[in-house]
């Protein structure tokens, strides 16, 4: 079955390191996005990837960094500089961009960031 | 910019009871998609309903069906026959049609139904 596949589903950061939460989708989409939520805040949008080795910030790009070397994946560095990372962390996925597609996104089971 | 407002942080109803979702949100585009996901307590977002501007019939899925008023700028959800499987957290979201951006999502309802 396609979907999208988030692991790992908890992680813990120390001060001073940066760590890497990885997204892969098996469904052929364009487009990938990661969103950071936080409670009472519902889903902030921090990087998205309409296209292989390009991607545009989000609302919330600071203190993170990407990559998307290939269609199946979108990889999110939360970096030493996010200095309040501890968040649940969703990926998703759609068939072109949001305006363009026919298909709604559709979203990992997401990735649970503390700081240790 | 576009905006997505839910006004209901949270709500409660009985098993078996019907409820309705809040959503208005704020563009000067006429032509966007307009969706309802459900994120139960295991955390996957779940589509539960798209709508498209154009279409002037209400979408309906099952129990779930919207109320869609272009000219208040207002997209609710009703809950008919209310399950303690519909307890979640439901977001509200815009996204232009035809056009290179990004979906908006709300800050989310909180809906308990009690049994």
């Known amino acids: 079955d396609g979907g999208i596949t988030q692991s790992p589903k908890y992680l813990f950061r120390k001060e001073g390191q940066n760590v890497t939460l990885s997204c892969e989708q098996n469904?052929?989409?364009?487009?990938m996005y990661w969103y950071r939520q936080d409670p009472g805040q519902g889903l902030r949008l921090i990087y998205y990837?309409?296209?292989?080795?390009?991607?545009q910030k989000g609302d919330i790009a600071e203190g993170y960094s990407v990559s998307r070397e290939k269609k199946e994946s979108f990889p999110l560095t939360v970096t030493s500089a996010q200095k309040n990372p501890t968040a649940f962390y969703l990926c998703?996925?759609?068939?072109?961009?949001?305006?363009?597609?026919?298909?709604?996104?559709?979203f990992g089971d997401g990735t649970r960031l503390s700081i240790l | 910019a576009q905006t997505v407002t839910q006004s209901q942080p949270e709500m409660s109803v009985q098993e078996a009871e019907t409820v309705t979702l809040s959503c208005t949100y704020d563009?000067?585009?006429?032509?966007?998609?307009l969706f309802w996901y459900k994120q139960p307590p295991s955390r996957q977002m779940i589509l539960v309903i798209r709508?498209?501007?154009?279409?002037?019939q209400n979408a309906t899925e099952n129990r779930f069906s919207v109320n869609f008023q272009k000219a208040a700028k207002s997209f609710s959800l009703k809950i008919s026959d209310s399950q303690l499987g519909d307890t979640a957290m439901y977001f509200c979201?815009?996204?232009?049609?035809?056009?290179?951006?990004?979906?908006?999502f709300g800050k989310g309802t909180r809906l308990h139904i009690l049994p």
């Open positions: 998703a996925s759609s068939l072109f961009s949001a305006g363009y597609s026919n298909q709604p996104q559709h």
């Open positions: 469904l052929n989409h364009d487009a």
């Open positions: 990837s309409q296209i292989v080795n390009d991607f």
């Open positions: 563009t000067s585009e006429s032509n966007y998609y």
């Open positions: 709508q498209e501007a154009y279409k002037q």
């Open positions: 979201a815009f996204a232009h049609m035809n056009r290179d951006d990004k979906i908006i």
